[in-house]
């Protein structure tokens, strides 16, 4: 299809276990983007890529989640000795390219896939 | 600490007539605003965007209006449709790529 690809749609795992999360952006994209939705809330901006390399990855919760994307494309988001507290909405988005930091320039619209939705029992 | 908020969590409105949704921020360093609706079980969709430069951006039925000084930014739709029923989330960025997001308000469009 021509959006964003994320699968698995849905995980269940026990506590302890190491996940790992696909996202695969629109064709022609730079940038790529994770974000976790918890219930009731608003998503929460994970890490960024501009082509391979992790532009900010300040949002990460912890050093238990690591991010890559190896050939600028498809991205994988890795979550070690997961605890029930990581149990949410996992949100891949991209868009045509990152906002210049140093630049002002315009910026680009994320587009979102559905996400995972990861169960830690 | 909330950088963008949404204080309304539910709007209920006839079909036909106008919705207005209210988001307000904290951050000065913010100029670009973003608004997107979410289905369930779906992803956020992006609806429309409004750069600090301007006050208003208008796209078919959907209108965002900013207010600067006030920090407040408004989507309004006209007319409204029952298909328009869903979460609608503001969002904010600054001269970096990571977007805030307000918690969301549910919208529901009576037939």
């Known amino acids: 299809g021509a959006g964003v690809s994320q699968t698995p749609s849905n995980k269940v795992t026990e506590k302890g276990k190491y996940v790992e999360l696909r996202c695969d952006p629109i064709?022609?994209?730079?940038?790529l983007y994770w974000y976790r939705q918890s219930l009731g809330q608003g998503p929460e901006f994970l890490i960024y890529f501009q082509g391979t390399g992790a532009a900010d990855d300040s949002g990460l919760p912890n050093d238990r989640f690591f991010a890559v994307r190896p050939e600028g494309s498809v991205s994988t988001l890795k979550i070690q000795r997961t605890e029930r507290g990581d149990s949410a909405v996992y949100l891949c988005?991209?868009?045509?390219?990152?906002?210049?930091?140093?630049?002002?320039?315009?910026?680009?619209?994320?587009?979102f896939g559905d996400g995972t939705r990861l169960s830690i029992l | 600490d909330q950088q963008v908020k949404q204080n309304s969590p539910s709007l209920s409105v006839q079909e036909g007539r106008i919705s207005i949704l209210n988001c307000d921020y904290t951050n000065s360093m913010f100029d670009y605003f973003l608004w997107y609706k979410k289905y369930p079980a779906e992803g956020p969709t992006f609806l429309i965007s409004i750069s600090s430069i301007k006050d208003k951006n208008e796209d078919g039925r959907f209108t965002v209006f900013l207010n600067k000084s006030a920090k407040h930014l408004s989507l309004h739709i006209v007319p409204s449709q029952p298909g328009d029923s869903a979460v609608y989330f503001c969002?904010?960025?600054?001269?970096?790529?990571?977007?805030?997001f307000g918690e969301g308000t549910q919208l529901t469009v009576n037939p």
């Open positions: 064709s022609g994209h730079t940038a």
């Open positions: 988005a991209s868009s045509l390219r990152a906002r210049d930091r140093v630049i002002r320039s315009t910026g680009q619209p994320q587009h």
């Open positions: 969002a904010a960025s600054d001269r970096g790529s990571r977007l805030t």
